[in-house]
């Protein structure tokens, strides 16, 4: 089990993470690097494209940037008292009663929140995305639960150590709520448990708002709020807690860099037909719509060529194609595995189905 000094050394020499330890379980004045920036951008986009299996939703502000709100910071329900929100509820209760599928409304918000349990952030503002639920009154515990669900084996996916992943109970001291309310409001936190700590992931919270011109509301809300850059350094320290080699075990969806390519050559001088051969490799590559590390190996010595290979395992890539001085000849060529830093061989032909099956 490597010790968290360790591991922020370890992202932090191959530019994902910098910051300080303390007290052995705590880091300070996290930064995120230029590969850590590229790789919390990969999970805002994931995120941007969650939907749900509950029937039609409609995306509205899916973009938006928004600096309000700052009384969430206070409570998990206190948003229920911004007239901004007040006024999407109340849109959304009246598109409701039309109709029979939730509505999601996305937005990033920029909030300032610092001292968190595991990091605190360098910045003086964070970003917080918020993914609002409005959906029928009936049906707002019966999805609360199913959203716990899928949120939680989202983040399993996403990592890798599944198992770290787990929802506690959030009581919030601040909450408001009435004894006229025909349910209290509900909220959870999925969580990551480390060896030295846990770090939350993101908050769950069902509320049922009650507004002067809306006694009786027929919808209710679950909100979703995932803080950017912590649930980075989470994943990243991740990536790295439990391998006992040197590696970065990043999410093959969300690496910075998905590919590499690797040319093992006889002689000082790059054959001019393996050169074109590596660059048509990898305009099939980009064409998949895959990132390809903008490095590319060329070695005449083997044993050289696998320490190369090694030091993309600490960018997280994970996969790398090696053209061998044979492939011009049989069409061969190897795909090495990240984790396993096993090679099987495929035919050059074959490389669209093997690429587009392991990353779709």
């Not at 999925?190 to 060896?195: D, E, T």
């Amino acid at each position: 089990m490597k010790s968290l000094k360790h591991m922020l050394n370890l992202l932090q020499k191959n530019k994902f993470l910098c910051g300080d330890v303390v007290d052995g379980n705590k880091i300070l004045n996290v930064g995120l690097e230029e590969n850590g920036q590229k790789f919390m951008y990969q999970l805002l986009e994931k995120w941007r494209h969650i939907n749900c299996d509950w029937g039609k939703v409609d995306f509205l502000n899916s973009n938006v940037r928004n600096s309000a709100d700052n009384e969430m910071r206070e409570s998990r329900v206190s948003f229920l008292n911004c007239k901004d929100f007040q006024k999407h509820y109340l849109d959304c209760a009246r598109k409701a009663q039309r109709l029979s599928y939730p509505i999601l409304m996305k937005s990033i918000a920029v909030k300032e929140e610092r001292n968190a349990s595991l990091v605190t952030l360098k910045a003086i503002s964070s970003r917080k995305l918020i993914s609002d639920y409005f959906l029928q009154t009936s049906l707002g515990l019966e999805k609360f639960y199913k959203l716990q669900r899928e949120r939680k084996i989202w983040w399993m996916r996403l990592s890798a150590n599944p198992s770290r992943f787990f929802v506690e109970p959030f009581k919030d001291p601040n909450a408001t709520t009435h004894d006229k309310f025909q349910h209290i409001n509900q909220s959870i936190t999925v969580k990551s448990r480390f060896a030295f700590g846990s770090e939350d992931m993101e908050a769950i919270t069902l509320a049922y708002p009650q507004y002067e011109n809306s006694t009786n509301p027929p919808i209710c809300l679950i909100r979703s709020s995932i803080n950017l850059e912590i649930a980075t350094t989470a994943l990243l320290l991740d990536a790295v807690e439990n391998n006992q080699r040197l590696l970065i075990s990043l999410n093959r969806k969300l690496a910075p860099f998905q590919c590499a390519l690797a040319c093992l050559h006889e002689g000082d001088k790059l054959n001019k037909d393996l050169i074109d051969l590596c660059l048509h490799i990898c305009h099939i590559i980009r064409k998949l719509g895959l990132r390809v590390y903008d490095r590319h190996i060329h070695q005449s010595n083997y044993s050289t060529l696998i320490e190369e290979l090694k030091r993309t395992d600490l960018l997280g890539i994970p996969y790398a194609i090696l053209i061998e001085k044979d492939s011009l000849k049989t069409g061969l060529l190897k795909l090495r595995n990240r984790d396993s830093s096993l090679a099987e061989t495929i035919h050059i032909s074959d490389i669209k189905t093997y690429l587009f099956g392991i990353f779709t």
